[in-house]
Each structure stands twice: as C-alpha cells, then as structure tokens.
C-alpha cells in the first residue's frame, strides 16, 4: 500500500547559503526537463530585464544577500520547490493534500496541478517583483513555545501587547503568519523598531529573538493591497483551474478538485491571502484531522518548515506526541516529517537517481 502522505512547500527565505547548488542535486534527466525549460525561459526573461537569473544564483560559488530580494528569493525558491515535487516517487506515494507557507502558496499551486510550470512561473515571479522598487514594512518572528516545544502562554501575551504598544503610538501593526510555535508579525516602517524593542528577548539554541526576517515587507497586511490590486490586474487572466490533489490554504480552507471555482481560487491568491493573516498551523491542524496523513513530505529548499509543523502536531497530540522528545522519538522510529532539505530523508519518498 502506497504511504499517503501530504506535501508541503516552503516560503521564501527558505534558501539560504547551504542551499546553493540545489538544482545540481542528482536526479533523473528526464525527470527534470520539463523544469528545466522553465527555467531557462524565465533565465532568458531575467537576463533581458537586467536581473540575476536562477541558474547564476543557485550557481554561485559564495552566498549574496541579493538573492534575498523579492525578485529574485521567489523564483529561485519555486524552482527549487518544483525540483523536489518532480522527484517525487508517485509510485509509491499517494500524495492526499497539498499546502504551503506564504508564498509556499502559489508553489502549492504547481504541485496540485492548478497550473503547469510556465504559468507558475509567471505568478511566482511577478508577485515576487511587486516590490522591487522598495520594502513596504517588515516582518519579525517570535517564539511561542519553550524549548520542549510546548506553548508557553507568556509569549502569546507578550506579542498581543507589544503589537497593541505600536498601534496605540500611532503605527500599524498585526499578525502576518501563525507559524506553528512562531508569531511572524508585521508593521509599518516606523513601527518595526517600536515591535522589535517591545517584544521581551528570548534566547534559545538557535537564535536570538526578536528577530526582523531579512528583506521581507509587511506580508499579509492590507499595507500590501497596492500589491494585489495590481496583481489582480495583471494575473488574473493566467488560466486558473480547479487542483487535480486538493489544496489546503492559508485558513485551512480546502479547495477540492470537484468543487472549487477557478475565479474564486484567483481571487483568494491574489486578495485575500496577501491582505491577510496566514495561518500555516491551522493548514497543518486541518491536514491532520481531515487526511490522518502517514508522513508529511516538506519540500525543498531548506528544512525550515520542520519545526513550524512538529510544533503543530505537538500542539494536536497528535498520536500521542506531545513534546520535543516523543516528536523526536518518533522520527527515529518512523518518521512523520520527511524532508528533502535532507538528504537522507530524501532518499525514502523520492525516485532513483539512476
């Protein structure tokens, strides 16, 4: 019996100096060359408009913090996120639902048939050049579990109230992404220095929080309804179609393939999800109670949506894993998260290399 399992695409940010060589990964030639047509047409675009193009970055010999920009951090993690779905063994996997974070979004698109690569290509690329001219706000991220992976209510509390300090001093400021045990927040220009030294520091083995995540604007915020008013303008015509695997968004919606409205589908990628909250824990939680999936497949690049989905499944219990050591323990025994990003997880869901 095939393993059913769900296939999740990360956002943008995700590839990182450890990235670089991604698309050189051994894989089937053929498995690869309908992507690598894409490519190519979206380089030959790229190098036209001046810009740095996918095969350059992932080629590079050292890490740029260009290709955190807009334009050029969202084709090139498309690109790596469809390297990884093609490699997918369909035979033996039965992939029930597919989802994503931010703009995992518009690459979950790809991979539940909504559009072929081309056309992804296009959509990827044109919201990810929307801000080329300029940063609209900024996004932070903050812990709200303990180092064993369990809520802590103190944080939860402290976000509320360091988001409310901002507003009451005149600034906008909000949820941008529920992301497992993370608050990514946003604010205006003004406001993000206010955030960021309201918010009390925490300290783990990772990181040190609050963090402003790099390049990225006030995502899911009516500060981005210029963007998706001008996407609405110029993506609406793509030939949007009901998934062929059902699709899982940013509300835990689902949009199945008998039953969804292509116009509606469209009006939620380029409206509703830019202007609002993603909330990636509950696309998890839902994925979990509708689909009893027996792994989730985290696609490249990186491993970043690893701790973000244990941290959900901790918070469900579900199958009894309710802290960092049971989740732990049960990805020696039988794992639930399998991510490309590592290779000898790779290796169980993904074809041959010869």
Known sequence: MNKAVVVLCPGRGSYTASELGYLSRPVQAAVLSELNAAIDRSDGLRTARGDLTIRGMDGARTFSPEF???????????????????RLDDTELDIV????????????????????????????ETMGGMLQNGQIGGQVIYPLVDDDWRAEPGRAAAAATALESVREAGHQAGWSIRYGGYAVLWADADGLPLLLGELPPVKNAEMKYPLELPGHSAFHSSLMLPVSERALDQLSSLPWRPPSIPLIDGR????????????????????????EPYDFSASVRVALREYAPDAF???????????????????????GIDSREAFVERQED?????????????????????
């Not at 949506?305 to 579900?318: N, P, T």
């Not at 991510?339 to 790779?346: D, I, M, V, Y």
């Open 68 to 86: 955190f920009r807009g334009e050029n951090a969202s084709g090139l993690t498309f690109a790596c996120t469809a390297f990884d779905f093609l």
């Open 97 to 124: 639902a597919v989802g994503g974070n931010s703009m995992g979004w518009y690459s979950a698109l790809f991979a539940a048939g909504v559009f072929g690569l081309d056309d992804a290509f296009d959509l990827v």
């Open 252 to 275: 835990g919606c689902r949009w199945h393939p008998l039953g969804t409205d292509p116009a509606a589908l469209c009006r939620y990628t380029l409206e509703t999800q830019v202007l």
């Open 297 to 319: 497949v985290l696609l490249g690049p990186g491993d970043a949506l690893g701790a973000a989905v244990a941290h959900a499944v901790i918070a469900e219990r579900w199958q």
């Open 334 to 354: 039988d794992p639930l998260l399998i991510s490309l990003g590592r290779a000898e997880q790779a290796a169980l869901v993904t074809l041959p290399t010869a």
